[in-house]
């Protein structure tokens, strides 16, 4: 399929189909929604600085061949189908700006890579660094968010252990739709608009929340069942709560945050404590996309600090029981050791 698709040599930065009245008139809402989160105008370096202005996010950014215009043509068709917001490079460059600061630019600010494979991908050295640069920040930050989408080219030898799909596999867009969520862009995209309305003055509404459904806090336990406000209040946090500190000392806190942050395959980590609050899994995936892009991130410090402020009213005891109950059932050793003894300190 790739060596009928592949053209001849073109650079398709410089290339852009206009939207006429007639196609726009008949395109529906959702694709010519669709056409303005794809391509905006390219423009000259702005005066302003990067807090003056507003950021923009995609759930992908695009790396392929600039010989592959077809394929490339091909997969944003089938993303405007979807409505996914995606960075073409080429499309979003600024005039003046290097390339690999407008790809950059997109890597930063994107939630996958999709790199579509064709015959003559391996040709284009552009297209080769960029995905080099891509295997080696997913690798560095630990964000499995790399995604190969064969033409009929052969996979590149260092992708060979990442799962990848043929775009004419029947199960091409069961594949797709499963693997592409848009719960962290939408988020990211949320608080970014709010941020450059307050720095504007022009904020009128505080930035949705996430709504957290229930907790099933046990019996003898009146453990409050939504988090979701402290949750968006205390996303800044980067230390223990003053709350925090009187039900565990800062040992024992730093304690739960070192075994827990550490991924485990079976969940035996911070995500398995994040499932027993019943956090939503875009709150989820939104601490996976922060500790993948910040080392020094403690997604457990934000979940343990949000647990204990929204169940402050709650005497303490009840509040380490129910934690270890949770540590309990999770089978997470550490956690039932720690929190007992700080149920000790408390009752004994």
């Known amino acids: 399929m790739g060596d009928r698709l592949c053209g001849s040599s073109t650079n398709y930065d410089s290339h852009h189909t206009p939207v006429s009245q007639e196609e726009a008139s008949s395109t529906s809402k959702g694709e010519f929604a669709y056409n303005s989160l794809v391509s905006r105008s390219t423009s000259s370096l702005s005066s302003l600085s990067e807090s003056e202005q507003k950021a923009e996010?995609?759930?992908?950014?695009?790396?392929?061949?600039?010989?592959?215009?077809?394929?490339?043509?091909?997969?944003?068709?089938?993303?405007?189908?979807?409505?996914?917001?995606?960075?073409?490079?080429?499309?979003?460059?600024?005039l003046g700006e290097r390339r690999s600061a407008t790809f950059k630019r997109g890597f930063d600010h994107s939630t996958y890579i999709v790199v579509l494979i064709t015959s003559c991908f391996q040709e284009d050295v552009w297209a080769v660094e960029r995905l080099q640069i891509a295997l080696i920040k997913s690798i560095e930050e630990r964000y499995q968010n790399v995604i190969p989408v064969l033409f009929g080219g052969l996979l590149p030898f260092e992708m060979s252990a990442i799962a990848n799909v043929k775009y004419d596999d029947e199960f091409f867009e069961h594949v797709m739709k499963k693997s592409i969520?848009?719960?962290?862009?939408?988020?990211?995209?949320?608080?970014?608009?709010?941020?450059?309305?307050?720095?504007?003055?022009?904020?009128?509404?505080?930035?949705?929340?996430?709504?957290?459904?229930?907790?099933?806090?046990?019996?003898?336990?009146?453990?409050?069942?939504?988090?979701?406000?402290?949750?968006?209040?205390?996303?800044?946090?980067?230390?223990?709560?003053?709350?925090?500190?009187?039900?565990?000392?800062?040992?024992?806190?730093?304690?739960?945050?070192?075994?827990?942050?550490?991924?485990?395959?079976?969940?035996?980590?911070?995500?398995g404590l994040a499932n027993s609050l019943d956090l939503t899994s875009s709150q989820i995936k939104f601490l996976e996309d922060k500790q993948a892009r910040t080392s020094e991130y403690s997604p457990t410090k934000l979940i343990l600090d949000v647990y204990f402020e929204h169940n402050k009213t709650v005497d303490k005891s009840s509040i380490l029981k129910n934690l270890n109950e949770l540590f309990t059932e999770m089978n997470f050793g550490r956690g039932i050791q720690i929190t007992q003894e700080a149920i000790e300190t408390f009752i004994g």
């Not at 759930?59 to 073409?88: H, P």
């Not at 209040?233 to 550490?262: H, R, W």
């Open 57 to 94: 996010f995609h759930d992908i950014v695009l790396i392929c061949s600039e010989r592959a215009k077809k394929e490339r043509d091909l997969f944003l068709t089938f993303c405007r189908k979807q409505q996914w917001k995606v960075y073409l490079p080429s499309m979003e460059k600024l």
């Open 181 to 271: 969520k848009t719960d962290t862009r939408i988020f990211k995209q949320n608080q970014e608009d709010c941020r450059f309305q307050s720095a504007q003055g022009t904020m009128a509404t505080p930035p949705p929340a996430y709504e957290i459904e229930s907790m099933d806090s046990g019996e003898g336990c009146s453990i409050s069942s939504s988090y979701s406000e402290e949750f968006n209040n205390m996303l800044t946090e980067a230390l223990p709560s003053e709350i925090s500190q009187q039900y565990l000392t800062t040992k024992q806190f730093q304690g739960l945050c070192i075994s827990l942050d550490v991924t485990d395959p079976g969940l035996n980590d911070w995500r």
